[in-house]
């Protein structure tokens, strides 16, 4: 056997291709005679719709079709809720376009087509609608005070859902507690901003009858058959393909999006094809964001620093609408225990609506909320009792013995929370040897005598990753040997194209190179759900280990016919298949390939030796019953439940008491993934969660003024970390394979944005700890550490 | 009232190109829509993100800040032109693959022709030097640490060229 394809750090396939510039993304998908869209928004974050005059805007030259709500007709329902819960009582989902009111700056109310965008823009300008302002509500309190105004009026008091789970006796543990200790907690709204926005390109054939969308998504199976049913079509004349997509980062797990029905509706209406492309202000107005919550936690301990029992309140913002259910604050509240034994553990929470765009996960998915909260609590727990906060995590850390650990919650896929492997103190001691503490405190003493304030801080988290339903893979090993991988889900960025590849190589004997992954696109595989919830490699990889291990043992099945020996003294390896030891019995796959198809007519010498073998006398048809042909086999995995990833990281930061700029000197990433495919690949995700982190700590933040006006509607506002702020991230791998699944995977797309915000909270309070700062906060910019330098004095 | 198109002339990636374009045109949707060359992407329209670089007479320059009209006699190079169809990757490209320096893909021309300008500069670029050079290019998946890592490894393939 050669060296392993999996675990090996090499080269993407996908590079070529995109450093040459020649990328497919969707506003690179220009079918012939392409006409393009716009679209009119709410400039108001709440009123009714009195009017809309659209003469002016069709007049124009060059405008095709102007779409308000009643011209969709039927197709103007609702979206659908994706994944309902009982406990979210008050559902309410967008239509494509606002009917009679308006609920959010950014909403769609008109949609525009026409020769080009600068015309379609022009024409949205000549739209005239009247409105009446209704009064908003544009964060959780003013939503929830008194007499609010209602961003439903059939939705009482803002309030969608509301959910409480328990673990254990919280009120007993409490009554009988040492030290009860109490916190407030908030984290900005933020939103994930990939670099490319949306976009949606479709086209009608109506001789065919066939709809055909490219769509920027995470997601294209579900947009495929949801467009089917809203338009009568059957599912198999509708294909729905995510090209490249430049990044996603859950913002476009989001489905529908207006524009995913407004486009295609107006390309069969017009019987022409119909791009939109969103620009930045779009995206940062009228996609989804996320973040956004109040928490009150309580936590009992003894008095070592144990914890006894945890009580978290908290209100989850919802925006406008509720399309994607209430997974994230469902996910905030069970991942909140992270790696700590709370075996009382009380958590309930409000998803209130309120007239901003709209909430579904952005990576991390409610986690970075959670872990920002817990491990807030230890460091509440170390200063109280004196204690270094990585003590306070040793003595409350789940044991590497004690696994599975069963949280016992319902996780977000009605699942279980059982954490199904780790070694949690060892990744914490990992990470501490490599900033060595002690030194770290004896450098801190002598900073702080020339003025200068140093901080250490750590952040621990679990994540549950690799959540089902399931996904599929089709392999196959065509005649010139290459081998092709479809699965339904997508790639926006993690390298799919090349792990996948290595996962079907390593069973099949083959160069990764040799593999050609096709990912998101429902003419080549047609079942599956998407790339979320850090759960691609998980489902789909294991999808495509399963069915290239089928085709592997078709692979030895024939050639053992064929070179009449016993499959058991084959060698599959560098993409040959022979008798071990004899190295002239060697078939190549590609040959073996051209043999299992039996047919007469094919270019090339190994096709012409294989139609011989046709001619020669044999027993019974040229596929035996039950015998296919080809080199190929589907394969499908399904999760039992999640798979639980974990990590530790700490970092050293400098705060500037004149400026309030907080300095990142060291940043160190302990995480464990379980097996790990291609460790370059799993860096890349990690560097790009932790530079996310650091936006969502110290600069990100979208800005509603108090009428719900969003304030931060370009990168000047939306201030994304440059190379300039994120700093060189070192990090440690350690590998607790997984027992769930066969290739001992688990998720890590999300894993490295998860505890950041928690562990600059952390640095910064023992940097400022002179002036006795506590975070309560994030994101933590300039004016807010001035701000808490300013408290710390005053109250000091 | 639509003004009436304006005839540049243009030399893109070393061939020339007599086009009629709207004076309100973006160098940006010229390239990519007018002339095909999609590997220039669009990332903000506001100046910001820096997906839409390329080099406009050797000067990295945002076109998506520029009319197709004021490039009008210059030479423009875009990502297609670093290495075009059949030849091998440019070293700055070659460097990008080997150390794993983009993700998605879509910041990368705009990163890739930065960092041709920057090496062009200044041969010999320490970290603090690169990241400065490239702090007007948003990347949202890398984090930058790869980026760094692969200009520092072009300008060492640049050296051996």
Same mark, same amino acid.
């Given at each position: 056997m050669t060296t392993r394809a999996i675990g090996a750090r090499i080269p993407r396939n996908e590079d070529p291709r995109l450093l040459r510039g020649l990328g497919c993304f969707v506003d690179d998908v220009n079918p012939a005679g392409v006409l393009h869209g716009a679209v009119l928004r709410s400039p108001h974050a709440h009123a009714r719709i009195v009017s809309i005059d659209t003469a002016r805007a069709r007049a124009l030259s060059g405008v095709v079709l102007v779409l308000t709500a009643p011209d969709l007709g039927e197709q103007n329902q609702p979206t659908p809720l994706l994944i309902p819960n009982p406990n979210l009582t008050h559902p309410r989902t967008p239509r494509p376009l606002a009917r009679d009111e308006v609920r959010f700056v950014g909403e769609p109310v008109v949609f525009v087509v026409a020769r080009d965008r600068y015309v379609a823009e022009d024409a949205v300008a000549a739209i005239d609608v009247t409105w009446e302002p209704l009064p908003a509500v544009a964060s959780i309190e003013t939503a929830l005070a008194d007499g609010a105004p209602l961003v439903h009026a059939d939705v009482p008091g803002n309030r969608a859902a509301r959910m409480v789970q328990r673990v254990g006796d919280p009120d007993g543990a409490f009554a009988s507690a040492a030290r009860v200790l109490h916190e407030q907690l908030f984290i900005e709204r933020s939103c994930g901003s990939p670099i490319e926005g949306r976009g949606v390109v479709a086209e009608y054939d109506p001789r065919a009858g066939t709809l055909r969308v490219w769509s920027s998504t995470q997601a294209p199976l579900p947009i495929k058959n949801g467009l089917a049913r809203l338009f009568g079509l059957p599912e198999f004349r509708v294909d729905v393909i995510a090209p490249d997509v430049g990044g996603g980062f859950g913002t476009k797990i989001m489905l529908f999006y207006p524009e995913e029905i407004l486009v295609p509706f107006a390309a069969v209406r017009l019987g022409r094809p119909v791009k939109w492309t969103e620009d930045r202000r779009e995206h940062l107005i009228a996609a989804t964001q996320e973040r956004g919550q109040r928490h009150d936690v309580e936590v009992a301990v003894d008095a070592d620093g144990r914890i006894l029992a945890l009580r978290d309140r908290f209100l989850h913002d919802a925006g406008a609408y509720t399309p994607y259910g209430i997974v994230v604050p469902i996910i905030t509240s069970t991942q909140l225990p992270g790696p700590y034994k709370l075996r009382n553990y009380a958590v309930e929470f409000d998803v209130v609506y309120t007239n901003t765009a709209m909430v579904t996960p952005y990576r991390g998915a409610g986690r970075p909320h959670g872990a920002f909260v817990m491990e807030r609590v230890i460091g509440l727990i170390a200063r109280e009792l004196s204690l270094e906060p990585a003590e306070v995590r040793r003595r409350n850390f789940i044991q590497p013995h004690e696994f599975p650990w069963d949280v016992g919650l319902t996780f977000q896929d009605g699942g279980p929370t059982r954490y199904d492997s780790g070694n949690y103190p060892l990744g914490l001691e990992l990470v501490l040897a490599r900033l060595g503490p002690g030194d770290f405190r004896r450098r801190q003493a002598e900073a702080r005598r020339e003025e200068r304030y140093l901080g250490l801080g750590i952040g621990c988290y679990v994540e549950g990753t690799g959540i089902g339903p399931y996904e599929g893979a089709h392999v196959r090993i065509e005649p010139s040997g290459r081998v092709f991988v479809a699965t339904g889900l997508t790639t926006q960025g993690q390298g799919h194209q090349t792990t996948f590849a290595q996962i079907a190589a390593d069973a099949l004997g083959c160069d990764p190179a040799d593999v050609t992954v096709v990912t998101g696109d429902t003419r080549k595989f047609n079942w599956g759900a998407g790339t979320f919830a850090s759960r691609a490699l998980v489902t789909s990889g294991n999808a495509i280990g399963i069915a290239a291990l089928k085709v592997r043992d078709k692979v030895l099945r024939i050639a053992a016919e064929l070179l009449e020996v016993?499959?058991?003294d084959l060698e599959l390896a560098g993409g040959v298949v022979g008798v071990r030891g004899m190295p002239d019995t060697a078939l190549t796959l590609g040959a073996l390939a051209t043999v299992a198809n039996p047919i007469r007519y094919a270019f090339g010498k190994e096709a012409a030796e294989a139609a011989l073998r046709l001619v020669k006398p044999r027993k019974g048809a040229v596929l035996a019953p039950g015998e296919e042909p080809g080199l190929e086999a589907y394969g499908y995995y399904a999760p039992p439940h999640a798979t639980f990833a974990s990590g530790c990281h700490a970092a050293i930061v400098e705060v500037d008491i004149a400026t309030g700029d907080v300095k990142i000197l060291r940043y160190v990433v302990q995480h464990d993934c *379980?097996?790990?495919?291609?460790p370059t690949v799993v860096e890349g995700q990690i560097h790009g969660g932790v530079a996310q982190g650091i936006g969502g700590a110290l600069y990100e933040r979208i800005v509603y003024d108090?009428?719900?006006?969003?304030?931060?509607?370009t990168f000047m506002d939306f201030l994304m970390p440059t190379t300039m702020e994120v700093p060189e991230i070192e990090i440690i791998h350690t590998e607790t394979p997984s027992p769930l699944n066969p290739l001992g995977i688990k998720g890590v797309?999300?894993? *490295?944005?998860?505890?950041v915000p928690a562990l600059i909270a952390e640095a910064v309070d023992d940097a400022l700890a002179p002036f006795g700062v506590r975070v309560r906060e994030m994101p933590l910019n300039p004016g807010r550490v001035l701000a808490l330098l300013a408290e710390g004095r005053a109250t000091a | 009232m639509i003004p009436p198109e304006i005839a540049i002339t243009v030399r893109v990636n070393e061939r020339d190109y007599v086009e009629r374009v709207a004076p309100r045109l973006l160098l940006s949707d010229f390239l990519r829509h007018q002339l095909g060359l999609t590997g220039t992407h669009v990332g903000c329209e506001h100046g910001v993100c820096g997906a839409c670089t390329v080099l406009l007479d050797g000067a990295a320059v945002r076109s998506c800040l520029l009319l197709a009209v004021q490039a009008d006699g210059a030479r423009i190079t875009t990502v297609e032109g670093l290495a075009r169809d059949g030849e091998p990757l440019h070293p700055v490209q070659e460097a990008f693959r080997e150390m794993h320096g983009?993700?998605?893909?879509?910041?990368t021309p705009g990163v890739l022709l930065s960092a041709v300008e920057l090496l062009r500069d200044t041969p010999h670029p320490d970290d603090a030097t690169i990241r400065r050079g490239l702090a007007g290019n948003l990347c949202?998946?890398?984090?930058?640490q790869n980026i760094v890592r692969a200009v520092r490894r072009a300008a060492e393939l640049l050296d051996r060229r």
């Open positions: 016993s499959s058991d *379980g097996t790990v495919v291609n108090e009428q719900g006006q969003p304030l931060t509607t797309g999300e894993a *490295g944005a998860i505890p | 983009l993700q998605c893909g879509f910041c949202r998946c890398t984090g930058y």
